[in-house]
């Protein structure tokens, strides 16, 4: 007390103060307003009508193939369940989203197992695509494309192998010189696919050989299962995991344009991964294309011209409908941003961390999607929950449990949404 008594008054600094995180950021940064503090707005929107398709075939990035808004009941109830083979365990992960055609549902398991099932929930055959050199369980993560009477199919040992769809037998198979984690997509008399290597290949869907290539930056800050090019009538988009986005002449592979979508969440460790996890979407001229650090931007088609770039990052692809996209942000938020300049209209917070407490906050809640159908932006979850929101306001209309919790983002067909678990199983509800 004594002590106390004898020291001098506290003198404050005058001048403007700044937010502590402010002096840690480069000086020529930007400091960027926390968009998820903005107010909601209700908004009407103007949705295609809805479609009666039997069919889901690619990830969602193609207008060619992208199911726009497929038919779904309004309240959607489990029908089945099927094992599809290894869930997700601590070294193995399901990454790719399942694909439907011709009355058959095709997944991919943890592992390298690609299982077909009808319609009513029934397995029609199992093909296991690890190598005869390689030990099981030692690769995981890659994806599918559906085209004719092939399914394509690409593993985490470095294959991309086409599929007969009726019998699983093998067409034939391209060694990569990488993990083959990404999602193909088919179109033409090609097959593209990004390898983990950040290479672009385009091969034959004839025979499999190599038509062209292209390369990026390699990258060792990338997330598990590469983004899928997404096509235009001439040219096909990657994104590679240093954040670069190249643009290139189908045919040939001649470049047309590359530019990058860089910025970070400022004192975000996860700002460190400059992956594209929102894979390119094309939508009219736009490209939009977001990062797991905080950044979602437009290009256009044509140039690779910035149109705009929003501090918000996307963990899947955005859906655009109408004139806003939608998407599942790196904070763990389903946002919709105007399409025309990124303004954001309306942000839900879905849940986040898997336990509340402080000193146990590191795993967080996965959530997949968005998809449109049925009138509702539709997300999964691995904590056991399908929700469905009102596109208008972003208010919640309905969730369905998920036994196990998702681990896929949902895909409609058939008037029926299927999605994959954590515990290896496909689940089907109508």
């Not at 599918?144 to 599929?163: F, K, M, N, Q, R």
């Not at 997509?185 to 290597?197: E, F, K, R």
């Not at 879905?350 to 967080?364: C, G, M, T, Y």
Request: glycine share 12%; aromatic share 6%; with cysteine.
């Amino acid at each position: 007390m004594l002590l106390g008594a004898c020291s001098e008054p506290q003198t404050y600094l005058p001048g403007k103060r700044e937010h502590v995180r402010s002096v840690l950021q480069d000086p020529g940064m930007t400091v960027e307003q926390d968009r998820s503090d903005l107010p909601n707005r209700s908004r009407a929107i103007s949705l295609p009508r809805t479609a009666a398709n039997a069919s889901w075939t690619h990830a969602i990035g193609s207008p060619a193939s992208r199911v726009s808004h497929a038919a779904l009941a309004a309240d959607p109830q489990p029908l089945w369940s099927a094992p599809i083979g290894a869930g997700d365990s601590r070294k193995l992960r399901i990454t790719a989203d399942p694909v439907v055609g011709g009355g058959r549902i095709f997944t991919l398991d943890a592992g390298a197992q690609v299982t077909a099932t009808s319609s009513s929930g029934e397995t029609l055959w199992t093909r296991d695509l690890t190598p005869a050199s390689d030990p099981r369980g030692q690769a995981t993560g890659g994806g599918l494309a559906l085209a004719g009477d092939t399914l394509y199919v690409s593993v985490g040992y470095g294959i991309l192998a086409a599929l007969d769809v009726a019998s699983g037998a093998p067409r034939w198979q391209q060694k990569l010189e990488a993990s083959g984690s990404g999602t193909p997509t088919v179109s033409g008399d090609l097959v593209y696919l990004t390898a983990g290597d950040d290479t672009g290949w385009a091969v034959r869907r004839s025979d499999g050989r190599v038509q062209w290539q292209t390369s990026s930056t390699r990258s060792v800050n990338n997330v598990l299962g590469m983004p899928a090019p997404a096509l235009t009538d001439d040219l096909a988009i990657f994104g590679f995991g240093s954040g670069e986005v190249q643009a290139v002449f189908r045919r040939g592979g001649i470049p047309r344009w590359n530019t990058s979508v860089v910025g970070r969440r400022p004192g975000r460790a996860l700002s460190s991964v400059s992956d594209l996890t929102g894979a390119p979407v094309v939508s009219g001229n736009v490209a939009y294309i977001g990062n797991h650090s905080g950044r979602i931007a437009a290009l256009d088609i044509g140039s690779g011209e910035q149109l705009w770039s929003v501090p918000e990052g996307a963990i899947g692809p955005v859906w655009p409908v109408g004139d806003s996209i939608f998407a599942i942000s790196d904070l763990n938020e389903l946002i919709r941003l105007d399409a025309r300049d990124g303004a954001r209209i309306w942000g839900v917070k879905l849940p986040n961390f898997v336990s509340d407490k402080p000193k146990r906050q590191s795993e967080v809640v996965a959530h997949y999607g968005p998809v449109l159908a049925g009138g509702r932006i539709i997300i999964a979850s691995n904590d056991g929950q399908l929700r469905s929101y009102d596109p208008r306001d972003g208010r919640l209309i309905g969730t369905t449990p998920v036994p196990g919790g998702a681990t896929t983002a949902p895909v409609v067909a058939g008037g029926t949404l299927y999605v994959v678990s954590t515990e290896g199983k496909l689940h089907a509800f109508r």
